[in-house]
C-alpha cells in the first residue's frame, strides 16, 4: 500500500516536490488500513500545486490563493501557514538556515524596495517581484483581519509594509511573518537566531516609556513561542520535532564583554515554564557569563526537554575566524538547525548538505584487502586513510551535482546578494561554505583499539578469522562480542592513544577538504556530530567495536561509561577543531533528574569548569532509564514527556522504535545497569 501512495503522489505533485518529503512522508510511515489512505488521498486532492510559468514565479500565483485565516479573540499576532498551498520546485531549495531578522525589522518593505528599484536587471526585477507578492499577501491577511477588529495586530502588520518596527509586540510580528513565510515556501529547518540581542532595544524603549510591563513582555514572548511551537507536526523534516527551530541567546562581545539581559533570562523561564520541545534555545557559554544565568539554564535543562543547550564562544569564534570568517561576523555568529556555527546574514551555508560515515570506508577496507598483511595499527591506519580519501572524494562529487532553486526570498535576507545583484543559489552571498556532519567516528576508533589489542598484540586469532567472525555478525561468539564491547580503551576516555587515535582521522580527514571547493566556489567543513547515527547504521555491517548489524552508530562525542562526565568533557577538549573541523562537535551524555537535584550547585561548578576546559558544544538528556522504559511501554501515561534526540528535541511518544530503544540503551549504560 505504501508503494501505491508514492506512486500516486509523485503522479500528482512531482517526485522533486518538498510537500511528498515532510507532509505526506510521516502519515505514510504510519499507515496501514484503508481509512488512513483514503484520508491521505483527500489530502492531496485538496492540495494546490504552484509552479513556475513562462510570466510568472509560483510565488506570485501562491499568496494570491493561500487560505487566509482569522485572529481568535485573545490573539495578539498573526501566524499562518497553508499546509495545501504548496510551491513546487524542480531543483533543491536551500533550507538548514537562519535568516537575519532584525533585516526586516529595521527596515519596511518600501526601504528594500527602494534600495533595488533604481537597478535594472533580472535579479532585481525577481526582487521587486517578490516585494509586490508580499505585499499582496499582507493586504490579503489585513482585510481578513478587519472583520475581527484586531486594529493593533492590522496597525503591526501595515507598518511591514511602511515602516520599520515601532514596538517590541511589531518585532515580535515581523519575526513572525517572515518565519512563516519561509515555511509557505518550502525552506525547511528554519532558525530564528539571537532574538535576545534583536528584541532588547525595542523591549528597553518599550519599558523605559511606560510602554509595556515586563509581565506584558513576559506574556507576548510565551506567545510568540507557542505560536512557533503550534505547526510543529507539518514544520518536521525527518522526525517529528525535527523544525531547526532554534534561538541563541547570550555571548561575548569583540571585547570579550559577556552580553545578556532580560529576555536573555525570559527565553529560558519561559522554555522552563512551558516545557515544550520545540523551539528550542541555545545558550552561547563563555568563561565570562553569569554564574547566575547558568543556574538558570541548569534549571531549565533539569525540565528534561533537552534544552538549552551550550555552545562554547571561547572555543568555536576563534575557529571561525581561522576559517576565514570576519572577526565581526564571527563574533556574531548562530547556528542552523542543529548546532553547526553559521554566519547570520552572510551566508548560505548549507551545514548538513552530507553525512561522512566514517565506519563506511573501514568497512570497504576490510572487504578488500588481503588482511593478513597488516601486522600493526599503524599500517591499518594508513591504509584506512587511502579508503577514507576516497570515500570523501566521492561523497564531494555527490554533493557538487546538486542544483539549488533560485530563490528571491533568501536573496533578499543576505547583504552581498542584494548588493551584487547575485542570487544566493548561484553564490551571491559573500561565504558559500557547505557543511558535513560526521558519524560512526567513535566506532571505528573503538574497532581500531579493539583489533591493536586482540589481533597485533594478543593475536588470539588471525585478522581473517577475526573479520570473517564479524562478517557473520559474531554468530555463536558472545564471549568474543562481550570482550570487544568492554574492552578497556574506549572513545570518550581521556587517554592519550584514544585522543590521537581519533586525532589522526580527523585531521586527515580536513587535510582531504583543504583544498576540495563546491558548487558555489565555497570551501568544506565538517564535524563529528551527526543526525546520522541511526539511518546510516540501518542495515550496516557489524564492526569490531562490538556493533551487530544494523545497530546504532555511537552519538555525537559520548561514551559508553557510567557517569563519566569530567572524562567525557576532558577527551572533548582535547580533540582538533582548528581549520575546517567546527560544523558541529557535541558533547552528548545523559544524566538522571536525581543526580542533579542531589548535586545542584557541584553541577554548575562542573559546567562552569567545562566551559573553561574548552569543550565545543554540550547537550544532555535528563532523565531516567525507568521513566523511559515505563514510557515505552504506556505511551498514554507519558504525552509529554520530551526527550533530546540529535540536535533537537521531541516527545518520546512521537519518535520510532529505534529511537526509543536507543534512548532507553543509553539511559541504563549511565546508570551502569548495563
Same mark, same amino acid.
Given at each position: 500500500?505504501?508503494?501505491?501512495?508514492?506512486?500516486?503522489?509523485?503522479?500528482?505533485?512531482?517526485?522533486?516536490?518538498?510537500?511528498?518529503?515532510?507532509?505526506?512522508?510521516?502519515?505514510?510511515?504510519?499507515?496501514?488500513?484503508?481509512?488512513?489512505?483514503?484520508?491521505?488521498?483527500?489530502?492531496?486532492?485538496?492540495?494546490?500545486?504552484?509552479?513556475?510559468?513562462?510570466?510568472?514565479?509560483?510565488?506570485?500565483?501562491?499568496?494570491?490563493?493561500?487560505?487566509?485565516?482569522?485572529?481568535?479573540?485573545?490573539?495578539?499576532?498573526?501566524?499562518?501557514?497553508?499546509?495545501?498551498?504548496?510551491?513546487?520546485?524542480?531543483?533543491?531549495?536551500?533550507?538548514?538556515?537562519?535568516?537575519?531578522?532584525?533585516?526586516?525589522?529595521?527596515?519596511?518593505?518600501?526601504?528594500?524596495?527602494?534600495?533595488?528599484?533604481?537597478?535594472?536587471?533580472?535579479?532585481?526585477?525577481?526582487?521587486?517581484?517578490?516585494?509586490?507578492?508580499?505585499?499582496?499577501? =499582507?493586504?490579503?491577511?489585513?482585510?481578513?483581519?478587519?472583520?475581527?477588529?484586531?486594529?493593533?495586530?492590522?496597525?503591526?502588520?501595515?507598518?511591514?509594509?511602511?515602516?520599520?518596527?515601532?514596538?517590541?509586540?511589531?518585532?515580535?510580528?515581523?519575526?513572525?511573518?517572515?518565519?512563516?513565510?519561509?515555511?509557505?515556501?518550502?525552506?525547511?529547518?528554519?532558525?530564528?537566531?539571537?532574538?535576545?540581542?534583536?528584541?532588547?532595544?525595542?523591549?528597553?524603549?518599550?519599558?523605559?516609556?511606560?510602554?509595556?510591563?515586563?509581565?506584558?513582555?513576559?506574556?507576548? =514572548?510565551?506567545?510568540?513561542?507557542?505560536?512557533?511551537?503550534?505547526?510543529?507536526?507539518?514544520?518536521?523534516?525527518?522526525? =517529528?520535532?525535527?523544525?531547526?527551530?532554534?534561538?541563541?541567546?547570550?555571548?561575548?562581545?569583540?571585547?570579550?564583554?559577556?552580553?545578556?539581559?532580560?529576555?536573555?533570562?525570559?527565553?529560558?523561564?519561559?522554555?522552563?515554564?512551558?516545557?515544550?520541545?520545540?523551539?528550542?534555545?541555545?545558550?552561547?557559554?563563555?568563561?565570562?557569563?553569569?554564574?547566575?544565568?547558568?543556574?538558570?539554564?541548569?534549571?531549565?535543562?533539569?525540565?528534561?526537554?533537552?534544552?538549552?543547550?551550550?555552545?562554547?564562544?571561547?572555543?568555536?569564534?576563534?575557529?571561525?575566524?581561522?576559517?576565514?570568517?570576519?572577526?565581526?561576523?564571527?563574533?556574531?555568529?548562530?547556528?542552523?538547525?542543529?548546532?553547526?556555527?553559521?554566519?547570520?546574514?552572510?551566508?548560505?551555508?548549507?551545514?548538513?548538505?552530507?553525512?561522512?560515515?566514517?565506519?563506511?570506508?573501514?568497512?570497504?577496507?576490510?572487504?578488500?584487502?588481503?588482511?593478513?598483511?597488516?601486522?600493526?595499527?599503524?599500517?591499518?591506519?594508513?591504509?584506512?586513510?587511502?579508503?577514507?580519501?576516497?570515500?570523501?572524494?566521492?561523497?564531494? =562529487?555527490?554533493?557538487?551535482?546538486?542544483?539549488?532553486?533560485?530563490?528571491?526570498?533568501?536573496?533578499?535576507?543576505?547583504?552581498?546578494?542584494?548588493?551584487?545583484?547575485?542570487?544566493?543559489?548561484?553564490?551571491?552571498?559573500?561565504?558559500?561554505?557547505?557543511?558535513?556532519?560526521?558519524?560512526?567516528?567513535?566506532?571505528?576508533?573503538?574497532?581500531?583499539?579493539?583489533?591493536?589489542?586482540?589481533?597485533?598484540?594478543?593475536?588470539?586469532?588471525?585478522?581473517?578469522?577475526?573479520?570473517?567472525?564479524?562478517?557473520?555478525?559474531?554468530?555463536?561468539?558472545?564471549?568474543?562480542?562481550?570482550?570487544?564491547?568492554?574492552?578497556?580503551?574506549?572513545?570518550?576516555?581521556?587517554?592519550?592513544?584514544?585522543?590521537?587515535?581519533?586525532?589522526?582521522?580527523?585531521?586527515?580527514?580536513?587535510?582531504?577538504?583543504?583544498?576540495?571547493?563546491?558548487?558555489?566556489?565555497?570551501?568544506?567543513?565538517?564535524?563529528?556530530?551527526?543526525?546520522?547515527?541511526?539511518?546510516?547504521?540501518?542495515?550496516?555491517?557489524?564492526?569490531?567495536?562490538?556493533?551487530?548489524?544494523?545497530?546504532?552508530?555511537?552519538?555525537?562525542?559520548?561514551?559508553?561509561?557510567?557517569?563519566?562526565?569530567?572524562?567525557?568533557?576532558?577527551?572533548?577538549?582535547?580533540?582538533?577543531?582548528?581549520?575546517?573541523?567546527?560544523?558541529?562537535?557535541?558533547?552528548?551524555?545523559?544524566?538522571?533528574?536525581?543526580?542533579?537535584?542531589?548535586?545542584?550547585?557541584?553541577?554548575?561548578?562542573?559546567?562552569?569548569?567545562?566551559?573553561?576546559?574548552?569543550?565545543?558544544?554540550?547537550?544532555?538528556?535528563?532523565?531516567?532509564?525507568?521513566?523511559?522504559?515505563?514510557?515505552?511501554?504506556?505511551?498514554?501515561?507519558?504525552?509529554?514527556?520530551?526527550?533530546?534526540?540529535?540536535?533537537?528535541?521531541?516527545?518520546?511518544?512521537?519518535?520510532?522504535?529505534?529511537?526509543?530503544?536507543?534512548?532507553?540503551?543509553?539511559?541504563?549504560?549511565?546508570?551502569?545497569?548495563?
Amino acid at each position: 500500500m505504501l508503494k501505491k501512495i508514492k506512486k500516486i503522489i509523485k503522479k500528482c505533485i512531482g517526485k522533486q516536490n518538498i510537500f511528498c518529503m515532510i507532509r505526506i512522508k510521516y502519515i505514510c510511515d504510519k499507515t496501514y488500513n484503508n481509512h488512513k489512505f483514503i484520508n491521505i488521498l483527500k489530502t492531496i486532492q485538496k492540495t494546490k500545486f504552484y509552479s513556475n510559468s513562462k510570466n510568472k514565479t509560483g510565488f506570485s500565483k501562491l499568496v494570491k490563493n493561500i487560505k487566509i485565516k482569522d485572529l481568535k479573540e485573545n490573539e495578539n499576532f498573526y501566524y499562518n501557514i497553508d499546509m495545501f498551498s504548496v510551491l513546487v520546485t524542480p531543483n533543491e531549495v536551500m533550507g538548514n538556515f537562519c535568516i537575519d531578522y532584525s533585516l526586516f525589522i529595521e527596515n519596511s518593505l518600501e526601504e528594500l524596495k527602494n534600495k533595488i528599484s533604481s537597478k535594472n536587471n533580472d535579479f532585481y526585477m525577481e526582487e521587486l517581484e517578490l516585494i509586490n507578492g508580499i505585499e499582496i499577501y =499582507l493586504d490579503r491577511i489585513i482585510e481578513k483581519l478587519k472583520i475581527s477588529k484586531k486594529y493593533d495586530v492590522i496597525t503591526n502588520l501595515e507598518n511591514i509594509k511602511n515602516c520599520k518596527a515601532q514596538s517590541y509586540t511589531d518585532a515580535l510580528q515581523r519575526i513572525l511573518f517572515f518565519n512563516m513565510l519561509l515555511w509557505q515556501t518550502n525552506h525547511r529547518l528554519n532558525g530564528l537566531g539571537r532574538l535576545d540581542k534583536i528584541l532588547i532595544d525595542y523591549y528597553d524603549y518599550d519599558i523605559k516609556n511606560g510602554l509595556l510591563t515586563k509581565e506584558k513582555a513576559k506574556e507576548l =514572548l510565551k506567545e510568540f513561542l507557542i505560536i512557533l511551537h503550534r505547526d510543529f507536526k507539518i514544520k518536521s523534516n525527518v522526525l =517529528l520535532g525535527d523544525t531547526g527551530q532554534i534561538i541563541e541567546v547570550g555571548g561575548i562581545d569583540i571585547n570579550n564583554n559577556y552580553l545578556c539581559n532580560d529576555l536573555t533570562y525570559l527565553f529560558i523561564e519561559l522554555m522552563e515554564e512551558l516545557k515544550l520541545p520545540d523551539p528550542k534555545v541555545l545558550v552561547r557559554a563563555s568563561k565570562y557569563m553569569p554564574k547566575e544565568l547558568i543556574s538558570e539554564s541548569l534549571k531549565c535543562i533539569l525540565t528534561g526537554i533537552g534544552c538549552p543547550i551550550f555552545a562554547n564562544d571561547d572555543v568555536i569564534i576563534d575557529k571561525l575566524i581561522n576559517f576565514g570568517y570576519d572577526k565581526e561576523a564571527a563574533y556574531n555568529y548562530g547556528t542552523s538547525a542543529c548546532w553547526e556555527p553559521y554566519i547570520i546574514g552572510m551566508s548560505s551555508a548549507q551545514n548538513n548538505i552530507g553525512s561522512l560515515n566514517f565506519m563506511q570506508p573501514f568497512i570497504d577496507l576490510l572487504e578488500n584487502e588481503d588482511l593478513s598483511k597488516f601486522n600493526n595499527l599503524d599500517d591499518l591506519i594508513d591504509k584506512y586513510q587511502t579508503y577514507l580519501k576516497k570515500f570523501v572524494e566521492n561523497l564531494v =562529487l555527490k554533493i557538487n551535482e546538486i542544483t539549488f532553486e533560485k530563490d528571491s526570498l533568501l536573496s533578499l535576507c543576505i547583504a552581498n546578494c542584494v548588493k551584487d545583484g547575485k542570487d544566493i543559489s548561484l553564490g551571491g552571498a559573500k561565504y558559500n561554505n557547505f557543511g558535513l556532519t560526521g558519524v560512526g567516528l567513535a566506532n571505528v576508533v573503538n574497532s581500531m583499539i579493539n583489533i591493536d589489542e586482540f589481533i597485533f598484540k594478543k593475536n588470539i586469532m588471525s585478522f581473517e578469522k577475526f573479520n570473517d567472525i564479524r562478517k557473520e555478525n559474531f554468530k555463536n561468539n558472545d564471549e568474543l562480542l562481550k570482550k570487544l564491547k568492554s574492552n578497556g580503551l574506549r572513545y570518550g576516555e581521556d587517554n592519550d592513544m584514544v585522543v590521537s587515535l581519533a586525532n589522526k582521522i580527523i585531521c586527515y580527514t580536513s587535510k582531504i577538504l583543504e583544498n576540495k571547493r563546491n558548487s558555489l566556489n565555497g570551501k568544506f567543513k565538517f564535524g563529528v556530530s551527526s543526525p546520522n547515527y541511526i539511518s546510516d547504521s540501518k542495515n550496516f555491517p557489524a564492526s569490531f567495536d562490538g556493533r551487530k548489524i544494523g545497530e546504532p552508530f555511537s552519538v555525537h562525542i559520548s561514551t559508553d561509561k557510567s557517569n563519566g562526565y569530567t572524562e567525557l568533557v576532558n577527551f572533548a577538549s582535547r580533540i582538533d577543531y582548528n581549520f575546517n573541523r567546527f560544523n558541529g562537535n557535541v558533547v552528548d551524555f545523559f544524566v538522571t533528574p536525581n543526580f542533579i537535584k542531589d548535586n545542584f550547585d557541584k553541577f554548575i561548578d562542573f559546567l562552569i569548569a567545562s566551559i573553561k576546559v574548552g569543550f565545543f558544544e554540550m547537550q544532555m538528556n535528563v532523565v531516567s532509564s525507568k521513566k523511559l522504559i515505563e514510557a515505552r511501554k504506556n505511551p498514554d501515561k507519558f504525552p509529554n514527556l520530551v526527550v533530546r534526540v540529535w540536535g533537537f528535541s521531541a516527545y518520546f511518544k512521537d519518535l520510532p522504535d529505534e529511537y526509543k530503544d536507543y534512548l532507553i540503551e543509553r539511559a541504563l549504560k549511565n546508570e551502569g545497569a548495563i
